[in-house]
């Protein structure tokens, strides 16, 4: 007769239960083991951490001034690298896109022939922001002659 029982009695007097028992337990107490004594025979030092934390001071770098803006200097492009936005509207009108990011502008105007992209920077020892680099590309995104495009894009007097 079989008995599925774990309650059931062996003849000693042993349940199922207490046999099934004393092998989950010795696995049990086999894993919080720490491994046996040390290799080498030696005994391991433990030692408590000092009553305060160790503080160490580090220097702060200087600070860093913003770096000044490279001015582009390219035959075709006067009146417009060393313009403010106000200027620029004379010359070519309103922008398409007027983009402000930190202390840098990005005004841009399109036609026909090209995309401009005028980029403002302030000057380094302060001041109005003046152009100091341009852009200039075709809707698909080609490079065109920087000149060529104001020269395009300009308005007629």
């Known amino acids: 007769?079989?008995?599925?029982?774990?309650?059931?009695?062996h003849p000693a007097g042993v349940t199922r239960l207490k046999i099934?028992?004393?092998p989950a337990l010795a696995?049990?107490?086999?894993s919080c083991g720490g491994g046996g004594a040390p290799t080498g025979g030696?005994?391991?030092?433990?030692?408590s951490a000092p009553s305060a934390p160790v503080r160490t001071t580090?220097?702060?770098?200087?600070?860093?001034?913003?770096?000044t803006a490279q001015v582009q200097m390219i035959p075709g492009l006067e009146g417009v690298i060393g313009s403010d936005a106000?200027?620029?509207g004379r010359v070519f009108g309103p922008p398409r896109l007027d983009v402000i990011e930190d202390d840098a502008r990005k005004l841009q105007w399109?036609?026909?022939?090209?995309?401009?992209?005028?980029?403002?920077?302030?000057?380094?020892n302060g001041g109005k922001p003046t152009a100091t680099y341009v852009d200039a590309r075709r809707g698909d995104g080609r490079d065109v002659d920087?000149?060529?495009c104001v020269a395009a894009l300009r308005k007629a007097p």
């Open 1 to 9: 007769m079989v008995d599925d029982d774990p309650r059931a009695r």
């Open 20 to 22: 099934l028992s004393v």
């Open 27 to 30: 696995l049990l107490l086999a």
């Open 42 to 47: 030696k005994t391991a030092v433990v030692r």
């Open 58 to 67: 580090v220097p702060r770098p200087a600070p860093v001034g913003k770096p």
């Open 86 to 88: 106000l200027q620029l």
């Open 110 to 124: 399109s036609g026909t022939a090209c995309i401009l992209d005028v980029y403002l920077y302030p000057p380094a």
């Open 146 to 148: 920087r000149a060529a």
